[in-house]
């Protein structure tokens, strides 16, 4: 009969390593031994662990041969070529990194050209270790910032948030967006085998333009939208700056460079607004991620408005509104906590 022996420097050594956090086979391999050292046969091991006896007596023997090296098993196949999966994962660091998309088959014709042979189901295991993802794109008008500038917005920005933690102010971000009959396609829990399909609705003459307002740093949060069946205009825009919620604080807008933010009609009512406690502070061009109202729509767009095609400029305008009061019943105080004022 086929039986391990052990002497007791090495029933501790697999004893104290039998304590720790193992892979599942090395745990079978390590109680296959001990189960032999306390007399147990090949068969009654392989029907304890369920495993056929052969398995159980290939493992005994390789312990026999090897020792406590024995109890991890070899990988099968070949050692893996280190130095080619450094020379795939720099190439495909150097073509990800280039200003252009990428799917796995264009990977793979374009590493061919650098003497690499993969396929595409290959190029994907590489793209796996390297922890690459496989993203939607975003679009972005960060290289047409002014840095200088946008740096500036986020000082003067970062000062008006603590005042508005510390009730000194109040500050608003302003801003329009158009709504169309059929809203982006977004993600969506669905049974097995089905996919939500989005009516398609043509957008011209039909989409609904909401002017909204955001005070993230209230001591609750505030956020208004007023939907619009037509074009925005300047006289628009002034009624609703006038119609911001009273208060003895001084009341910071903050606003892009639209054309009906920065026309004449606007600037001329700049200091009748000033005269009514109303500020407004323009951000420096494309820089649309420094306007904290950009992220409210896009969340109304794509979550909170589950109906995502509409018939009617009336349908299209109470979704918008619905999406709004969802969004809206779910605000809670968020201040940053290095904004709080000091105890």
Request: net charge positive.
């Amino acid at each position: 009969m086929l039986r391990i022996q052990l002497d007791a420097t090495t029933r501790g050594a697999l004893q104290a390593l039998r304590r720790t956090d193992l892979p599942a086979k090395v745990r079978d391999r390590l109680e296959m031994v001990l189960l032999s050292d306390a007399g147990w046969s090949a068969p009654r091991i392989a029907a304890y662990l369920g495993c056929h006896p052969h398995t159980a007596r290939s493992a005994l023997r390789d312990f026999l041969r090897r020792g406590q090296a024995a109890l991890w098993p070899d990988r099968p196949g070949p050692e893996p070529d280190t130095q080619r999966r450094t020379q795939v994962a720099e190439a495909l660091r150097a073509l990800l990194g280039q200003d252009r998309t990428w799917t796995s088959r264009q990977l793979s014709a374009a590493l061919l050209t650098e003497g690499i042979a993969l396929g595409p189901r290959q190029v994907r295991r590489h793209l796996k270790w390297l922890a690459a993802g496989y993203r939607r794109t975003a679009s972005t008008v960060a290289h047409k910032q002014d840095p200088d500038k946008v740096a500036r917005a986020r000082v003067v920005l970062g000062g008006l948030k603590k005042r508005a933690c510390a009730g000194r102010v109040r500050l608003y971000y302003l801003d329009e967006s158009g709504f169309a009959p059929s809203l982006p396609t977004a993600y969506s829990w669905v049974l097995p085998g089905q996919r939500k399909r989005v009516k398609h609705e043509y957008p011209q003459g039909r989409r609904v333009n909401a002017l909204a307002a955001y005070e993230p740093y209230a001591a609750t949060p505030w956020l208004d939208a007023l939907p619009f069946e037509r074009t925005l205009t300047s006289a628009d825009l002034l009624v609703y700056l006038q119609a911001l919620p009273q208060a003895k604080e001084p009341r910071v807008v903050v606003l892009d460079n639209a054309s009906l933010h920065v026309s004449k009609a606007v600037k001329a009512q700049r200091p009748a607004l000033a005269r009514l406690g109303i500020y407004l502070y323009y951000l420096p061009a494309y820089s649309p991620e420094l306007n904290e109202i950009e992220a409210v729509f896009k969340q109304v767009k794509h979550h909170e408005m589950p109906h995502r095609s509409h018939t009617s400029k009336a349908e299209l305008r109470a979704s918008v509104e619905q999406g709004f009061a969802s969004y809206r019943a779910h605000l809670c105080p968020k201040r940053d906590k290095q904004l709080r004022p000091a105890a």
